[in-house]
């Protein structure tokens, strides 16, 4: 029996799929999901794990419309069997009869079979091409052997309809899609860089065999925009097949449209399109939903097959009816264009003008892919005759982009430029938009450098902005900042020499960065000359030296100061549209008001540019790095640590270095504040090296060297502490960088209270605390620091002094986190006691006095000088911890406890 071939017991790893632990003890679970997915390598896993031989019945699509054909395989796997060789012979008898006699014979014959089969677990794969015939027998059949493991494996299901054939308890496993990282590992052989991992991901929707369909076709070497190669497509002609006609044109009205909403699609088809979305919902052809109303493809190769099944004329009829449909002007216009016939010149030119208007407002919007899309098609549609108005559209679109990185617009654009009777200054423009848009990931960077060096004709101007580009990008993505320097210093001299200030005092700027970076003395300089040339041409508003001052204000401590520059600025960023720019300013400011202690204000800002960014499309790793430190700050730890992980993901998948060292360290951190230091150390160690390796010196500008301290002390690594410590302290007093010194003296102060000197640890941090009044929450940090200290010394109650200031400080700034941290910390070094003044920190004792006492918020922020929220958030937690819901019941719980 052993040697049948559908006899399996050495069946292949699954790649990757994850399946709930709990299906793993169940005996009768129902596998499904769309073709490709993994449902057979899944169930064989799962089935590998019951310990006992597998046999596998797997009807194909011949096999459906022929009566009993699943009866039959399961007899002949099992002929040793006397009554499975009987059941084949009924079967026989059977063929072609119809009538009660015969179907009870045939069920008694498969039930007496399955009891009687040697131990094993039964997999019936592929169900959805069962035949009728055979469903309900083997269904009745498998109700009489209860004990028979069974594995069931199919395309569409819905558990919530009831019970399965296989049982009435048959346990639901919809087979989820690969993570990225799965994906990753599946196209290995294929060696992919991360942006075509995240890409292919992407296209696929983490279905393994379309994933691997794929990358065989070469869509691992990085082509633009490729067309789907015949084995995708005829897989994702098998998933498409699952649902009806219907279905079908609905969401191929969904695929011609940029951002396809449900509303939408009811305007188009009428009440239907709930139901039509639910069956497609089913079959996972799109996700079941966000909440904003977003029709989501899983896989975005779903889309690129329903759109390229359609004839030029067919489409151009069902963009006209979602031009109809459209409410927003700009996608209106979108499709207008495109169901325009650009044979007609006249034509052409109307719907160019439309694409140029709409791409305008999507600008304005922030919309930029729609506006890149928008742009492109305007340049595209303008005829070859109107040459500079053609030019002056390709190069909007290359830019347009260049800003969103959709790299394959930006190609498209640059050859409508690069093939007209163009300028150098175009040509050169286009170029380096084109660099622009491609981020890190152009592995043809040099010829483009090259390309674009040729075309600048040997104009000192030209020839400046292309090197100050290379300066970027040496820094960013080759993690040479000494090379980088000497690039933006060389673009200085020619930009200066061509009298071109706008680029000297960008390329001066860069400089500075670099030499901020490296700890060169001269950077302050360096940075003074950016500031004092004047620009004649507008410029990105994150680039300029105004903001560069900024951020060194950030990094030497002085938030105000910062603030004070930083608003101007996104007040010119907001009224340029750049929405790039709008989101580093609102970053910095988050910064700046955390430093400052309004944690409120932080949040917002920090949020804003997280939606902001979100929505441009733009790179997560930047405000993902910001949310991640202000909301751990001001609000949820959880909520911080999953910002954290997605930007270190985003930046690994981009080769952002930058980046990923400050999402690793703002990982770091949260996993210390939160008492995690085992597995704060990874990342920690990570972001030195990164470090290191990018030959980051000043210590000011990423701060990771007091907690890598703290989590090396925490595990019992002191003597590395030390080393950490004593090589960034020196290299701070050698850089002057006060600002970093008196985190790096909490991180001794915890050493020195490590190895028993106590007095030296308080004495330390005491003296750290009041070089920190300005910054309250950092002082509240290091308040908090000195409480365990003062515990460990058995001085209790200066370790309560210390922890009721520190929850003071974090409660009237709100910082939520650390407030509860250091409330915790109070209630251990209190009397043991169960009344509500033991459980109140100071600053909730006091306005839960004021409250009872009948005093307004207003009032009560008044008298304690803080914000109104400040006092509704206190309150807030004050009748949680008392249980209680309106100011009567806490004044009688209040006043006999605090009194």
Same mark, same amino acid.
């Given at each position: ?11 292949? *790893? ?14 009768? %679970? ?32 011949? $096999? ?7 009866? &039959? *395989? ?15 012979? #009924? ?18 014959? !498969? ?15 592929? !169900? ?85 369909? @794929? ?53 188009? %088809? ?5 139901? @039509? ?26 889309? #690129? ?16 009816? @979602? ?50 899309? +928008?742009?492109? +098609? ?38 409508? %430029? ?109 940075? *003074? ?60 400011? /988050? ?11 932080? +949040? ?9 960014? $979100?929505?441009?499309? &733009? ?21 911080? &640590? ?29 996993? %210390? ?49 030390? $080393? ?34 106590? $007095? ?18 950092? =002082? ?13 010394? =058995? ?10 200031? /520190? ?55 008044? !008298? ?36």
């Amino acid at each position: 029996m052993q040697d049948s071939a559908t006899w399996f017991t050495g069946l292949p *790893e699954t790649h990757g799929a994850v399946l709930p632990d709990e299906a793993r003890g169940i005996r009768r %679970v129902v596998l499904f999901g769309p073709p490709g997915i993994g449902k057979t390598t899944a169930a064989g896993a799962l089935a590998r794990r019951r310990g006992l031989p597998v046999l596998r019945l797997a009807p194909g699509p011949q $096999d459906a419309p022929v009566p009993c054909t699943g009866l &039959l *395989e399961l007899a002949l796997a099992l002929q040793p069997l006397p009554t499975a060789r009987e059941l084949t012979a #009924a079967l026989d008898e059977a063929a072609g009869v119809d009538h009660t006699g015969a179907s009870l014979r045939l069920r008694r014959l !498969t039930a007496t079979v399955l009891q009687e089969a040697p131990p094993m677990t039964l997999v019936v794969d592929n !169900t959805q091409w069962l035949d009728e015939a055979s469903a309900p027998v083997l269904g009745w059949a498998l109700r009489q052997a209860p004990e028979l493991p069974v594995i069931v494996t199919e395309r569409t299901w819905r558990p919530e309809a009831g019970g399965h054939w296989s049982g009435e308890d048959a346990y639901p496993v919809r087979v989820p899609p690969l993570t990225p990282g799965q994906v990753a590992s599946l196209l290995s052989p294929h060696r992919p860089d991360p942006r075509t991992v995240a890409r292919l991901h992407s296209r696929s929707g983490g279905n393994p065999a379309l994933a691997l369909a @794929l990358a065989e076709a070469g869509e691992c070497q990085g082509q633009d925009d490729p067309p789907l190669p015949p084995a995708a497509r005829r897989l994702l002609g098998e998933w498409l097949a699952t649902v009806s006609d219907d279905v079908r044109e609905l969401l191929t009205l969904a695929a011609l449209d940029d951002r396809p909403e449900r509303e939408l699609l009811v305007r188009l %088809v009428g009440p239907a399109a709930d139901h @039509l979305l639910a069956q497609a919902e089913a079959a996972a052809l799109i996700d079941p939903g966000h909440g904003d109303g977003r029709v989501r493809f899983t896989a975005s190769a779903i889309g #690129a097959e329903l759109t390229a099944r359609l004839t030029d004329t067919a489409r151009r009829l069902l963009h006209a009816r @979602l031009a109809q449909a459209s409410y927003d002007p700009a996608r209106r216009d979108r499709h207008t264009t495109l169901a325009a016939d650009t044979a007609d010149p006249r034509t052409a030119r109307h719907t160019a003008r439309a694409a140029a208007r709409a791409a305008g407002h999507a600008r304005l919007r922030g919309e930029h892919p729609l506006a890149a899309e +928008l742009s492109l +098609l305007a340049a595209q549609r303008t005829p070859h005759e109107d040459t500079g108005l053609l030019t002056d559209r390709a190069l909007t679109a290359v830019r347009d982009a260049s800003h969103c990185g959709d790299l394959p617009r930006a190609r498209a654009a640059t050859r409508l %430029v690069l093939e007209h009777d163009t300028s150098p200054a175009q040509r050169v423009g286009a170029l380096l938009a084109l660099l622009d848009a491609s981020g890190q990931h152009l592995h043809s960077a040099d010829e483009l450098f090259a390309a674009a060096i040729h075309e600048t004709a040997g104009r000192p101007d030209l020839t400046a902005r292309i090197l100050l580009r290379q300066a970027i990008w040496a820094n960013v993505s080759e993690g040479a900042p000494e090379q980088a320097a000497v690039l933006a210093s060389h673009a200085a001299d020619l930009a200066q020499a061509a009298d071109d200030t706008t680029t000297a005092a960008l390329a001066l700027a860069m400089q500075a960065r670099i030499q901020r970076i490296l700890g060169h003395p001269g950077a302050e300089a360096t940075l *003074e000359r950016a500031l004092s040339l004047p620009r004649t041409a507008p410029v990105p508003v994150n680039a300029t030296p105004e903001h560069l001052a900024a951020r060194h204000a950030l990094f030497d401590d002085q938030p105000d100061q910062a603030r004070a520059a930083l608003l101007p600025l996104l007040v010119q960023a907001q009224r340029t549209g750049d929405t790039e720019a709008v989101v580093d300013l609102l970053r910095s400011l /988050a910064e700046a008001e955390l430093r400052t202690g309004r944690c409120a204000k932080a +949040l917002d800002y920090a949020r804003r540019a997280q939606a902001l960014s $979100d929505n441009a499309g &733009l790179s997560p790793g930047p405000a993902c790095y910001t949310s991640a430190f202000i909301e751990g700050t001001a609000f949820r730890t959880d909520t911080a &640590l999953a910002h954290a992980r997605r930007g270190i993901d985003a930046s690994r998948h981009e080769d952002n270095k930058v980046f990923l060292s400050r999402n690793l360290h703002a990982l770091g951190h949260l996993l %210390v504040a939160a008492d995690r230091p085992k597995e704060a150390l990874e990342p920690l160690e990570e972001v030195r090296a990164l470090e290191e390796q990018q030959q980051v010196r000043d210590p000011s500008i990423l701060r990771w060297h007091a907690d890598l301290a703290e989590a090396l002390l925490a595990v019992g690594r002191p003597a590395e502490a030390d $080393d950490l410590l004593t090589d960034t302290h020196r290299t701070a007093t050698d850089l002057g960088r006060t600002s970093v010194l008196p985190a790096l003296d909490r991180a001794r102060a915890l050493l020195d209270a490590a190895r028993g000197d106590y $007095d030296t640890a308080a004495q330390r941090l005491t003296t750290a605390a009041d070089r920190l009044r300005d910054l309250p929450l950092e =002082r509240g940090r290091t308040l908090l620091a000195l409480s365990h200290t003062e515990r460990r010394a =058995r001085r209790r109650a200066n370790a309560r002094t210390a922890a009721q200031k /520190a929850a003071d400080l974090f409660t009237a700034h709100g910082a939520h986190p650390w407030a509860d941290t250091a409330t915790h910390a109070l209630h251990r070094l209190k009397p043991s006691s169960t009344d509500a003044g033991a459980r109140l920190t100071g600053a909730e004792e006091r306005c839960a006095r004021l409250a009872a006492a009948g005093a307004s918020n207003r009032d009560i922020a008044a !008298t304690l000088t803080v914000s109104v929220k400040t006092v509704e958030a206190t309150l807030t937690r004050v009748y949680r911890k008392l249980d209680v819901h309106s100011r009567v019941q806490l004044a009688h719980a209040i006043t006999p406890a605090l009194e």
